[in-house]
């Protein structure tokens, strides 16, 4: 596999041991690519800013800015997507990553292989829980729908909606090509626009309000 279809990636940690078993992790595959470590959340800001990477691995708890703040920021910028890694799935976490934009969230506890496809997941459009967080999230909002709690729904084409309602089963773009026989580009412009008329960061928060609006 070429340079050109590496996923390139920054990695942020406080902790430098850490940072090296990651770098380690995901140098140990050919198609990705650590481009750069940061030892804070500002120093995460700062590299997605200077090497415009495809994802950021972040952790939450860093001195100066947290990984939360630093993905806001990231995310404001359009540096990159958000992988959020971390030791803890507090539901106060969970929700400000997700909340700030984060495109993922795995466990630290998380495997090799598992990091790596959640890398190349996240870099490709799509996104990733740790099955640890799906069931809290998933359950958090598996009460009654509530339609009007989501601002922009009725702006969606029938189309979007089935679009909507496939991001909140967890289907990958792939999956949902295949499900709604449209091509894959095709899917990445619905999935777009779903997340532009909803006002939404990432396809995990498109998950979470079909959740909201009874898509599931």
């Not at 990705?32 to 691995?57: C, F, S, W």
């Not at 779903?194 to 939404?200: D, P, R, S």
Request: hydrophobic share 45%.
């Amino acid at each position: 596999m070429s340079d050109v279809e590496r996923v390139r990636v920054v990695v942020a940690d406080d902790q430098e041991a850490v940072r090296t078993g990651l770098v380690l992790i995901l140098g140990s595959v050919p198609d990705i690519e650590v481009v750069a470590e940061a030892g804070d959340g500002l120093d995460a800001v700062r590299a997605a800013t200077e090497h415009r990477p495809d994802v950021v691995l972040m952790d939450i708890r860093m001195p100066g800015i947290d990984g939360i703040e630093a993905t806001r920021r990231i995310l404001d910028e359009g540096s990159a997507q958000v992988l959020v890694l971390t030791t803890f799935d507090l539901d106060e976490l969970v929700d400000g990553a997700l909340a700030a934009g984060a495109s993922g969230f795995l466990l630290k506890s998380v495997d090799a292989t598992r990091l790596q496809d959640g890398v190349r997941a996240v870099a490709r459009g799509d996104g990733v829980l740790a099955p640890e967080v799906t069931r809290r999230v998933i359950s958090r909002y598996a009460g009654a729908p509530q339609p009007s709690s989501v601002p922009g729904l009725d702006q969606l084409t029938a189309r979007e909606r089935d679009v909507l309602g496939g991001l909140g089963r967890g289907l990958s773009n792939a999956e949902l090509s295949t499900e709604l026989v449209i091509s894959e580009a095709t899917t990445k412009t619905h999935v777009s626009r779903v997340l532009a008329k909803l006002g939404l960061r990432s396809r995990t928060q498109a998950a979470i309000a079909a959740q909201e609006a009874g898509l599931v």
